[in-house]
């Protein structure tokens, strides 16, 4: 018999991925292609969906060709997508309305004043775990409907559908309309506690039930990919955000676990367990994953600028030539030289969740060399990421014992030691670090005997590498301290 493997879509915001993985859970296969981003306005963002799926399916492709393995060796496949970015098709010939409206579009800020206005905050993070913010599905969709002339009325009659971008992919895949709590609870318009469409806020924010997906469990079959597109009918059975796909796929399973992924922002997730955490602190409550069995529930955290940062050294400072040779620059020095930086470029996310602060540089002295900056950058990315863990220890009312790191900036050595000096964690390293579709793959194995127990899959997890915290306790204080007057003074700054 020929060896078989599961299929990971990993649909990302710029490029559409896909890896296939074996039973160890070892990537046999990949392939990336990069899509159009469309900026219409300043600060709006939208993608196509026809390419979304053009360059998915291609990748699929790509992945198998790679591998050099027939279509009947995809035992099953999941998805991790982009999450947020809406999609809205007609129902009679499969086309899109409109673009994508992608989750960091700002388009839909005015709707949100407006509901803030209106007093719904405390209303809706109570529902949805949310914040009303454009960043989230629900004021993008409501602004479709004020902006498309007479498509209200055709999805009250049931001809057009909605989807983040899970629900797309399988429609195109299958023909079936559906999604998983972990997307659904990023759209602003599901009940988190009940597992359902929440019809107050439907009404609420004027958008017809007709047109959402039904919500099945994240670990599942979905329905059988026509065999045009693979060359089988290979059962999509696994589904998932990509932040959740991310802390599933690093075998998060228990309460108290967490990861934490150093892309362009960092997103940490703690999963809770069967009991959604309220925030108290600025964070985010989500569903984690549905495994049929009821949901598990994870608090989240977002830093907007964390691996940016250097990019912005790179690109827009000149200052290094690429992101690896930051670590040397830091190295080459014995601390930051007191300076702290706080890249606030955007505002500030969790847990501050101020729009008006900007980035600021403090503590610059006549001695102040580029490695010191460079340091300081580095060590900024540290210090938002122990802002968020602080955070969520606060809000789930005991310590996290260590975390999994991922993404592009996992990779600098100098930061995941610092991260662990100023958390006083372990941060641990997998050996997989394709964690995201590591993820989606494991949701679909599960649901296809593929893997049988969740402890299998737990068994499959290697570390590659642990950091230890080493840094003294006074010194680790005195820095918090200072990094804690940076972000006080890049919020004081008034445009
Ligand atoms: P995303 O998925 O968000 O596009 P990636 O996980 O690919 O991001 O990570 C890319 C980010 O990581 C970039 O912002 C880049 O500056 C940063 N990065 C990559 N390598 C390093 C490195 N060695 N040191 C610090 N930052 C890095």
Redesign the pocket.
Known sequence: MKERYILALDQ???SSRAILFNKSGVVIGQNQIAFSQIFPKPGWVEHDPEEIWSTQLAAARGAMESAQIESDQVAAMGIANQRETIVVWDKATGRPVYNAIVWQCRRSSDICDELRALGLADLVREKTGLVIDPYFSGTKLMWLFDQVPGLRSRAEKGEVLFGTVDSWLIYKLTGAHLTDPTNASRTLLFNIKKGEWDEELLKLFKIPAAILPRVVPSSGVFGLARKEFLGAEIPVAGCAGDQQAALFGHACFEPGAAKN?????CFTLMNTGKTPVASRHGLLTTVAWDLGKGYTYALEGSVFI??????WL?DQMGMIG??????ALARSVDDSGEVFLVPAFVGMGAPYWDADARGTVVGITRGTTKAHFVRAA?ES?AYQSKDLLDAMEKDFGADIPCIKA???????N??MQFQADVLNRRVILPEVSETTALGAAYLAGLATGYWESLAEVEGNWRKKREFSPGMAEGKRRRLLDSWAKAVTAARAYIK
């Open positions: 990302g915001t710029t992924t150093y892309g362009t922002g964390g691996g940016a940062v250097i990019q790179r690429d992101s690896a040779e930051s670590e580095l990315i991922d993404g592009g900036a996992s990779a600098n100098f930061l």
